[in-house]
């Protein structure tokens, strides 16, 4: 992306609906076809997918190709993961597992330079432009355009989210509820769509947007992208890389076995 075009973070702060997909298949091929369908973003998943360092950077090329903001999903609240994820020059990183405002402030701490956090800086990296000149400026430009995203996922995360919303405000530039951990910890496992999911999902929603922070989660349904919009969902997730396939695939077969 050129310097000159907004960043994924200044769209988000300028209120723009954007829709993408997760990205479990290891694989830059599938990445860039994704991408090549206009989707604005999509997050490499090293928590629940297969995906290391080696691959997922070449995701993020084959994303940034066609003008689709490649986020990673580190596998936990790591240092070390957060800062090997972010010198590979994606546009962001999503957090798993946030429970708490401590957490949120580890978040802050590992993925921004000084003087907002700490995250260690190597100007020979991707992110850096693999080169020392202009090291200074680049400080301040990946402040300045890295998306920070955390999830907040089960019991613990949601009964905390007014701290951890407190604690993100101003660095943390999207909170994903993650629907599925949600029907779990609220005792319907799988069914993203119960009306209790759909009640707590709503009210997350909005105290989010109340802090300031554009709020995010999946669906599975091209008609419940609009739906989520209504309720002030901004980052949608369709299904992901397998769904998408499987669902393609799969409803074509039955047709020709009938």
Same mark, same amino acid.
């Given at each position: 992306?050129s310097?000159?075009e ?11 609906v ?14 860039e076809?994704? @991408? ?6 999509i997050i ?7 995906s ?8 993020i ?11 990673v999903?580190?596998p ?8 090997? @994820? ?8 999503? %957090?798993? $597992? ?7 402030r580890?978040? %802050?701490e590992?993925s921004?330079y000084?003087?907002?956090? $700490? ?19 680049? %400080? ?19 009964? @905390?989210l ?24 609220l ?5 993203i ?6 009640s ?5 929603v909005r105290?989010?947007?109340? @802090? ?26 369709? $299904? ?15 047709a020709?076995?009938?």
């Amino acid at each position: 992306m050129s310097e000159s075009e907004p960043s994924f973070r200044e769209r988000l702060a300028a209120g723009e609906v954007v829709v993408g997909t997760w990205s479990v298949i290891p694989s830059p091929w599938v990445t860039e076809v994704l @991408a090549m369908a206009g989707l604005d973003f999509i997050i490499v998943d090293m928590e629940h997918g297969p995906s290391g360092f080696d691959v997922a950077a070449d995701m993020i090329r084959a994303a940034q190709l066609h003008g689709c903001a490649p986020l990673v999903r580190v596998p936990s609240l790591d240092e070390s993961a957060i800062l090997r @994820a972010l010198d590979l020059g994606p546009a962001g990183v999503v %957090i798993p $597992q946030v429970q708490s405002s401590e957490d949120v402030r580890r978040v %802050i701490e590992y993925s921004k330079y000084p003087p907002i956090g $700490q995250r260690g800086h190597s100007p020979f990296t991707r992110s850096g432009g693999f080169t020392h000149l202009d090291a200074a400026a680049d %400080i301040e430009r990946s402040n300045s355009r890295t998306t920070v995203g955390i999830l907040v996922e089960g019991r613990q995360g949601l009964d @905390a989210l007014d701290e951890i919303l407190e604690a993100g405000i101003g660095a943390i530039d999207f909170v994903y509820i993650g629907l599925y951990d949600l029907a779990k910890s609220l005792g319907f496992p799988g069914d993203i769509e119960h009306p209790a999911v759909v009640s707590e999902m709503a009210m997350c929603v909005r105290r989010t947007n109340e @802090a300031g922070i554009v709020a995010g989660t999946i669906t599975n349904s091209a008609k419940a992208i609009m739906e989520l919009v209504g309720t002030g969902v901004r980052l949608i997730a369709y $299904q992901n890389d397998t769904g998408i396939l499987f669902n393609a695939v799969k409803p074509v077969v039955e047709a020709l076995r009938r």
